[in-house]
């Protein structure tokens, strides 16, 4: 989504913020802007399209001062235009940038016209520049006319502000939205996000919900949502500009797919053993709640959203729980009838997807047994409103499309299910198995990889498609769907997923020579069942692109199409063992197609908005 970068320095600020700008590129956005102070003048630039345009404007300008803000913009109120990019401005005299959406702008926007402002775009966010204004107009300081704003406002924001006449002031404010401070020497900053901030300063400071902050080049000053002086940690982050760079590859995603082995290892590092789970992984006091679970309702978006089906499948067939999986933007919209004793797991990969968020905070109300959160930020919302934790460690994700998120997010929650297992008193023995097939899931993730030459070449085959069908069974059902969505993602080819036995029930009628059929075929209970409708698609004459396991008894006939054997390493873990040459498939058709692999159209990496 939109990201924010701000900076109150005693150097020139726009090539920081242009800078931060660049590293947030990965949120997908459709426009950039920047305003600063300089002089007593108050200048802007903005252009449509990426930060590059905006770079040239300034190398064409005299752009420059020591206070700015920066934004690149996700369009959901008005076009991705100059005219609706941000920063807003009032009167030549306020200026701002927001992430979020503001629910109430229809009316503030009527009653700032009645007041004789003027507004030059179609977006929510320039009621908030004029609010601003008409309260420093009526003599509150920038900070506090910030406050008073926020509180007219519903939905969700984070903003970045400053005011001509209050030059070295940037004041920022956030809900339901993220937004930190970064700790210099002699200057301060705002960023939506670490990486922002990284080429700066380490030392962070996370705002919490409802914080109003006032930063200087010498002093940062918050405000809790009660209007109360606060004081948050300063923490060092431990984030590197190596850790968000390409470095020898050529997309962000291919480096992220290469990166998982090492990712999965984090999040199982310090947390199994002698083929056994660790105690107090969850917390100190986490066995209490976790003895009493009797069912799960997993609620999550996306990529998220598919790991959390795989979890259901093990949490039903080993742990012996039962459990549902939800779409978070469905969850609050319904009445959910939540059964005794029944754990709320929220599934995400930045801790602040907003309907995830949402649903979490609603849970709340509806008598869960407690909330258990699974995510790659420790300072995110969402791990701070859980009752219990597992960060899965992966490191940053630059793609908008999840990789490594998927597989370490797997590795959390087959964690949480062998634990709830134990605690349920499923056989020792057969927990200590599983748990050493668990620890093996990196060596098969460094196999899986090898394939990527032969898939590159596979590839070829997909380029003139506009259309595919994945396919997989138990288990295997919800990595075809994460299959298809990665396809669909960064190759735009219309794809999607079905149990296999489905087949008969509608798509089959689909399935024609020009129909590239891709199945999923771990060697288990489920696989004659597979190849039976495997044969329903050789009938057709589909074009079959088989990955199986070594030991599965799979072939084509000869059919046209194409068979591949991966060691998948154990029923329990083959879920994300298969996941790999499936992301690696819509990669290498994604370059061959010229898609914007990294940040492909219309979409955002961290989805703070509904």
């Known amino acids: 989504?939109?990201?924010?970068?701000?900076?109150?320095?005693?150097?020139?600020?726009?090539?920081?913020?242009?800078?931060?700008?660049?590293?947030?590129?990965?949120?997908?956005?459709?426009?950039?802007?920047?305003?600063?102070?300089?002089?007593?003048?108050?200048?802007?630039?903005?252009?449509?399209?990426?930060?590059?345009?905006?770079?040239?404007?300034?190398?064409?300008?005299?752009?420059?001062?020591?206070?700015?803000?920066?934004?690149?913009?996700?369009?959901?109120?008005?076009?991705?235009?100059?005219?609706?990019?941000?920063?807003?401005?009032?009167?030549?005299?306020?200026?701002?940038?927001?992430?979020?959406?503001?629910?109430?702008?229809?009316?503030?926007?009527?009653?700032?016209?009645?007041?004789?402002?003027?507004?030059?775009?179609?977006?929510?966010?320039?009621?908030?520049?004029?609010?601003?204004?008409?309260?420093?107009?009526?003599?509150?300081?920038?900070?506090?006319?910030?406050?008073?704003?926020?509180?007219?406002?519903?939905?969700?924001?984070?903003?970045?502000v400053l005011h001509r006449e209050h030059p070295g002031h940037v004041v920022g404010a956030r809900r339901g939205s993220p937004l930190c401070v970064g700790v210099g020497i002699g200057e301060h900053f705002l960023g939506s996000d670490v990486q922002a901030l990284i080429q700066v300063t380490n030392r962070i400071v996370y705002l919490e919900e409802g914080d109003v902050v006032e930063i200087t080049q010498d002093a940062l000053t918050i405000v809790a949502a009660d209007g109360t002086p606060a004081t948050r940690k300063v923490r060092e982050s431990d984030l590197s500009m190596d850790a968000v760079e390409r470095g020898q590859f050529r997309h962000y995603m291919l480096k992220e797919i290469f990166e998982q082995p090492g990712a999965v290892a984090n999040t199982l590092e310090g947390r199994i053993a002698d083929n056994r789970i660790l105690p107090n992984i969850f917390g100190v006091d986490a066995d209490t709640l976790l003895k009493r679970v009797r069912h799960v309702h997993i609620v999550a978006c996306g990529t998220s959203y598919h790991a959390g089906v795989v979890a259901r499948y093990w949490l039903e067939g080993i742990a012996g729980v039962p459990c549902s999986v939800e779409v978070a933007s469905e969850y609050r919209y319904r009445s959910v009838v939540v059964m005794p004793d029944t754990l709320f797991l929220a599934i995400s990969q930045s801790g602040e997807t907003a309907d995830?968020?949402?649903?979490?905070?609603?849970?709340?109300?509806?008598?869960?047994?407690?909330?258990?959160?699974?995510?790659?930020?420790?300072?995110?919302?969402?791990?701070?409103?859980?009752?219990?934790?597992?960060?899965?460690?992966?490191?940053?994700?630059?793609?908008?499309?999840?990789?490594?998120?998927?597989?370490?997010?797997?590795?959390a929650l087959a964690l949480l299910v062998l634990e709830l297992a134990r605690l349920r008193g499923v056989d020792a023995a057969r927990l200590s198995q599983l748990v050493g097939e668990l620890a093996s899931l990196p060596r098969h993730l460094e196999d899986a990889l090898k394939l990527a030459p032969a898939i590159a070449k596979l590839s070829e085959s997909f380029v003139d498609k506009h259309h595919a069908l994945f396919l997989g069974r138990g288990a295997q059902y919800p990595v075809a769907m994460e299959g298809a969505l990665k396809l669909k993602e960064i190759s735009y080819i219309h794809a999607e997923a079905y149990p296999a036995g489905e087949l008969k029930h509608g798509p089959l009628a689909l399935v024609d020579e020009d129909m590239p059929v891709i199945a999923v075929a771990p060697n288990n209970q489920l696989l004659e069942k597979l190849k039976s409708n495997l044969e329903e698609v050789r009938a057709r004459g589909g074009q079959l692109y088989v990955f199986a396991d070594d030991k599965a008894d799979v072939s084509l006939n000869g059919n046209r199409g194409r068979l591949m054997k991966i060691d998948a390493g154990g029923n329990f873990i083959a879920p994300a063992v298969f996941t790999v040459p499936l992301q690696l498939l819509a990669y290498h058709v994604a370059v061959l197609r010229g898609t914007d692999v990294d940040q492909p159209r219309n979409l955002a990496k961290s989805v703070t908005v509904e």
């Open 1 to 160: 989504m939109c990201g924010i970068v701000a900076g109150c320095t005693q150097r020139d600020v726009v090539p920081i913020l242009l800078a931060g700008l660049h590293a947030l590129e990965y949120r997908g956005y459709d426009s950039a802007g920047l305003a600063v102070l300089d002089a007593g003048k108050l200048s802007r630039l903005r252009a449509p399209g990426k930060v590059s345009g905006l770079d040239a404007l300034w190398q064409a300008s005299a752009t420059h001062g020591h206070t700015g803000i920066a934004h690149t913009r996700w369009a959901t109120h008005g076009a991705p235009n100059e005219a609706n990019a941000h920063p807003h401005v009032s009167r030549d005299t306020v200026a701002v940038v927001h992430n979020g959406i503001i629910e109430n702008h229809a009316e503030l926007r009527e009653e700032l016209k009645a007041a004789g402002y003027s507004f030059t775009s179609d977006t929510d966010t320039e009621v908030i520049a004029h609010l601003v204004h008409k309260l420093v107009a009526g003599g509150k300081s920038l900070r506090e006319a910030v406050s008073d704003a926020t509180r007219r406002l519903r939905g969700a924001y984070a903003i970045a």
């Open 356 to 411: 995830t968020l949402a649903a979490l905070r609603e849970g709340r109300e509806r008598g869960y047994l407690g909330s258990f959160a699974i995510c790659n930020v420790p300072e995110s919302s969402l791990v701070r409103e859980s009752d219990l934790t597992l960060m899965t460690r992966a490191g940053p994700e630059i793609g908008v499309a999840s990789t490594k998120a998927f597989t370490t997010q797997l590795s």
